[in-house]
């Protein structure tokens, strides 16, 4: 179908700024340094700067952020991490390439983590909590904070999917030990291929993020400890660095298409999503619910929209995680989450009317 319409749109963002990223690509081409230069130190200052934090720390990917942080935090075989169970396999994957366990929790009306829920999972092996700000809207900081100070547990955070989402008016990120952020490019802040980095106010941690992130080593050839290679490119900073310079306006573009999705969807069948007082989202998706789940899918794709479930499986009923011997009916929330939210065509880019047509047709969805 010529005018169909996909759940996102990367070549928009790419279309609107070719000019700058072009021009960075090339000057990092010609420059001769291509891994953990110049551009990955100025991109990790105007990083650490953008989200108020003392230290980012540029690294491959967001899984490796996650599995780094449980790392450098010392949590690995015997330790129980606490985190929601409708989140994004990869935030549970931090957890289980460390060896440690997570402990699966239920997620709120706003799919983060449900802190009422917290108190009954407490063991004397838990060590941390893992918070997923989970499609661009910023946990209950102040309940997980109180939660986690009570324990003394270690807090870490998935920004993966909340770049600029502010809690109380302070960035996610900046509430725990440290905070993990993806720019896979479909994020909101997103590179041309996989980056990703942690921020931190403590300078020990990122310091060791240093030496893990490239195999362990502070001086060439002089290994501390067994690390990793997860050290971010020179290409890929420089183009972050262009995208940051425009975050603030892509993010209030979101804000903006998000807001007339509320003003406008009407429909029994659909349920919206809800953003907490003190909270804000920077929509990373528009995740609605709807029991005709899957007749609602099918309905959109033949007038042309795409949409997406995030996610269909959660991480407890994943093959990949049949070891921890989680079963069906564990955890009824995220589960019925699972099989009803939808997540419809968000992108920075789209047009009037093609959100007017996005409207109108699942306002006509019966
Ligand atoms: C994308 C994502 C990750 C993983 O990031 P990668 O850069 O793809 O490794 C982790 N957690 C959440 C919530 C994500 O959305």
Redesign the pocket.
Known sequence: MANYIMPGRLDRIFNRYQDELEAKALEVLRSGRYVLGPEVEGFEQEFAAYTGSGYCVGLA???DA?WLAFRVLGIGSGDEVIVQAN??I??VMGITINGATPVFAEPDAFYNLDVSGLEDLVTEKTKAVLA?H?YGQASDMEGILRFCQKHHLRLVE?C??SHGSRFQGRMTGTFGDIGCF?F?PS?NLGAYG?A?AIVTDDADIAESMRIYRNYGSEKRYYNKVVGANSRLDEIQAGLLRVRLRHLTELTEERRELADRYNRELRNERILLPQVRAGCDSVWHQYVVRCSGRDELIQYLDRQGIGTIIHYPVPPHLSEAYAYLGHKKGEFPIAEKYADTVLSIPIYNGMTADEQGYIIETLNSFR
Do not use: C, F, I, P
Request: no cysteine; aromatic share 12%; hydrophobic share 35%.
């Open positions: 990917s967001g899984l996650l989140t994004y990869a935030s997923v989970l998935d993966a999917q993806s896979y994020k996989d990703g």
